[in-house]
């Protein structure tokens, strides 16, 4: 079964990093061509708004409230599956038409809640609002996308939905290339792409879910009782599995009354920082929560309690030397892609520290994004929930103190410090629950790990040359430079790793 589910996780993982890819294509384009000035800043805060909303009735609480159910459904009765199929997806798509036009009509209000700071600034303001209003209806298209592809993740077809935000990166950098110039409002333009991107990745889920055999007919009906059951699941999960999304909104917020660049530093920092996240994180938990979900229908606390020991080690052997190299290497990853045209070296600069305060969070984040499915799975939805304001709350506490002290870079370190507070929460509840119980030789595997990722660090620290340095060298000598750079580090860990007595078959999962 490991096996199987290292397969998954793999498919995952590669898809998501061609995903993640394109997304950081698509950013280097955004950078040279918007920079970090108002423009930019504006669509940022634009995209964010449905952003948040997707989270809630995309892949966030709605996903972690439909798999559990659609898959204890699938294993008893696939009639009575498809009919829940049919039923959610009328009320979801209901449900998201209905906010898409109340988000369209009431642009500017969102606006002014989501960024204050910009009422005072009325070109920013007005850019951000139009921009919105196209923009919008893209939580209609995504919200569907995101049902589709817990179905299929459900059936064990990964590569489908994992590789389906392409598109999105696909056609921004179109919209950039060739709407961009033809409009005075880029945000605008930039909105356009990510309209027709959400059709597109509607129809491309078509195929592989007609395949299936549970391409939804979009029925009404509010009684089916699995279709409560899930909507009635998701009301406290809006909110766990938001909590990134809540803590961000708070730090936009926030960052609209600082100078103007302070969202962009803050948006490109995250995207390098949500890339291990996503290319990992993301991937274990996709194959994590459904395996989850099964063994807790088939009644086996046993294993499902193996199953998350074997992805809690998976997340230490991958996230922690992520942290510590997206902390050294700051300044030569954001020179060497996004330093050029109109991103400049303030830029890198303002951005680094961001990205070194976000670093702090990796592996919290992604702790948080195993340990959540372990609460999902088993149905209970209430426990994240009450976690999550715990969470949120002390980023919001953290931001309104550090802000004052370290401007944007506080705004991200609040952000972390939240997800460890979040993740250790979540873990120390399954371990009292007895949920969780971890396996032996924990204590000898970080060990390891930790002296592996001490190797690597040292490796990094000795190659690493002085910020003007990575400034002056054109794009040939940074890119061979910081590549083998990241190439030695990871083969350092790795050696170090496999001295020290780890091997890939340790990380099995035995049943």
Same mark, same amino acid.
């Given at each position: ?226 279709? +409560?059951? @899930?909507?009635?699941?998701? $009301? #406290? =999960?809006? *909110?766990?599995?938001? %909590?990134?999304? /809540? ?65 809690? +080690?998976? @997340?230490?052997?991958?996230? $922690? #030397? =992520?942290? *510590?190299?997206?902390? %050294?290497?700051? /300044? ?67 931001? @309104? ?111």
């Amino acid at each position: 079964m490991s096996k199987g589910l290292l397969k998954s996780t793999a498919v995952v993982s590669v898809m998501t990093l061609v995903s993640r890819v394109s997304g950081l294509i698509r950013d280097v384009v955004m950078a040279n061509i918007l920079g970090s000035g108002g423009v930019a800043d504006a669509f940022f805060v634009a995209f964010r708004i449905p952003n948040f909303l997707r989270r809630i009735f995309g892949e966030g609480a709605f996903s972690q409230a439909f798999i559990p159910v659609f898959s204890e459904l699938t294993e008893t009765n696939t009639q009575e599956a498809k009919r829940f199929v049919n039923a959610t997806a009328g009320v979801l798509a209901l449900i998201t038409l209905g906010l898409s036009i109340l988000g369209v009509i009431f642009a500017p209000f969102l606006v002014s809640l989501y960024a204050y700071g910009y009422v005072e600034k009325p070109e920013q303001f007005n850019a951000t609002v139009d921009a919105l209003r196209v923009m919008f209806p893209y939580l209609f298209c995504v919200s569907l996308v995101a049902m589709s592809a817990g179905i299929l993740n459900t059936r064990n077809r990964f590569a489908v939905p994992a590789v389906t935000p392409v598109l999105l990166n696909l056609c921004m950098i179109l919209a950039m290339w060739f709407i961009v110039p033809l409009m005075n409002n880029a945000a605008k333009a930039l909105a356009i792409g990510v309209m027709l991107a959400g059709g597109i990745q509607l129809l491309f889920q078509v195929p592989s879910l007609r395949k299936e055999g549970y391409l939804p007919t979009f029925k009404i009906d509010s009684k089916n009782k699995h279709t +409560r059951r @899930v909507f009635k699941l998701m $009301l #406290p =999960a809006v *909110f766990s599995v938001s %909590v990134a999304q /809540v803590n961000m909104f708070v730090n936009t917020v926030l960052a609209s009354f600082l100078v103007t660049g302070s969202v962009s530093w803050l948006y490109y920092s995250d995207r390098l920082m949500e890339f291990p996240v996503g290319v990992f994180g993301i991937a274990l938990a996709t194959v994590v929560l459904p395996s989850l979900s099964k063994e807790h229908a088939s009644g086996s606390p046993e294993h499902f309690s193996k199953m998350l020991d074997w992805a809690l +080690r998976w @997340v230490i052997v991958i996230s $922690l #030397p =992520a942290t *510590f190299a997206l902390y %050294v290497l700051a /300044v030569p990853l954001l020179t060497t892609i996004f330093q050029y045209n109109a991103f400049t070296i303030n830029d890198v600069l303002m951005s680094g520290m961001a990205l070194q305060a976000f670093a702090m969070g990796v592996c919290g984040f992604i702790f948080v994004k195993v340990l959540a499915p372990g609460f999902f799975a088993r149905q209970d939805t209430k426990t994240p929930m009450k976690v999550a304001v715990i969470s949120v709350a002390i980023n919001v506490v953290l931001s @309104v103190v550090l802000v004052k002290y370290f401007q944007h870079v506080g705004l991200a370190l609040s952000v972390s410090i939240a997800a460890w507070a979040n993740a250790v929460l979540l873990f120390v509840i399954l371990l009292f629950k007895k949920v969780y119980r971890p396996e032996s030789g924990w204590v000898m595997f970080l060990m390891k790990v930790s002296v592996a990722v001490g190797a690597m660090v040292s490796v990094l620290i000795y190659l690493n040359v002085d910020e003007n340095v990575w400034f002056a060298l054109n794009l040939f000598e940074r890119v061979s430079r910081l590549g083998a750079m990241v190439l030695l580090g990871a083969l350092a860990y790795f050696v170090v790793l496999y001295l020290l007595g780890l091997r890939p078959q340790q990380l099995l999962l035995r049943r």
